[in-house]
């Protein structure tokens, strides 16, 4: 069974400060690998996608990946009170890509 | 205005009744994906379309069918013979072309309550 796995949370933060939330995955064949955001009671939003080894910057958010040890985290950096949500990590299920894994999300909170 | 849409965003049905979830995007994306998700589940796959009159099953598609006549509908149908359907269903699509990565993009989604 292919797994991905994320801290529930909650990950609390102050304001300005950086938000790391992490993510590993079990299969070594997975190739793209996403962030999505989800406020309470809304659907997931993409924020950041990433294919490649090492980072990508995006704004205040930064993704790392390391297929080396499947691990792939998200940075947020200036945390802000409106970043407070729940953080969801996807990678593909297969070599098509014809599916997404996702985790079960982390709590985000950022207070002001 | 390009999108996905749901409707309704809440529909309350009777146990026992078939209900049918409408997903429409104008993206122009060849796949389409229906998810289920329960609190402290995470998204699960129910089925999924590559092209038109073509669909496969996800990890729990027992209880559900759904349809592709038209590259920008993929309606779902929750059937009586799902045993647990109250839950918060997203549809999602995504381009299939040699320069994406198979990114999906969700609709607002519906929550579905059956008593």
């Known amino acids: 069974q292919k797994e991905v796995e994320q801290n529930s949370g909650p990950l609390s933060v102050p304001e300005g400060a950086i938000a790391s939330l992490n993510c590993t995955y079990s299969d070594r064949g997975s190739q793209s690998f996403f962030w999505y955001r989800q406020y309470s009671g809304k659907s997931p939003e993409l924020i950041m996608f990433?294919?490649?080894?090492g980072d990508k910057e995006d704004g205040r958010f930064t993704a790392q990946l390391n297929k080396a040890s499947q691990y792939v985290s998200l940075l947020i950096r200036d945390s802000q009170p409106s970043d407070s949500a729940t953080y969801l990590c996807?990678?593909?299920?297969?070599?098509?890509?014809?599916?997404?894994?996702f985790g079960k999300g982390t709590t985000l909170s950022v207070s002001s | 205005d390009g999108g996905i849409t749901q409707s309704p965003k809440y529909l309350f049905r009777k146990e026992g009744q078939n209900v049918t979830l409408s997903c429409e995007q104008n993206l122009n994306h060849d796949a389409m994906y229906w998810y289920r998700q329960d609190p402290g589940q995470g998204l699960r796959l129910i089925y999924y379309s590559q092209i038109v009159n073509d669909f496969q099953k996800g990890d729990i598609a027992e209880g559900y069918s759904v349809s592709r006549e038209k590259k920008e509908s993929f309606p779902l149908t929750v059937t009586s013979a799902q045993k647990n359907p109250t839950a918060f269903y997203l549809c999602a699509s995504s381009p299939r072309t040699s320069g994406s990565r198979y990114e999906q993009y969700f609709g607002p989604g519906t929550r579905l309550t059956v008593t």
């Open positions: 996807a990678v593909t299920a297969n070599q098509a890509g014809t599916a997404l894994i």
């Open positions: 990433i294919y490649s080894n």
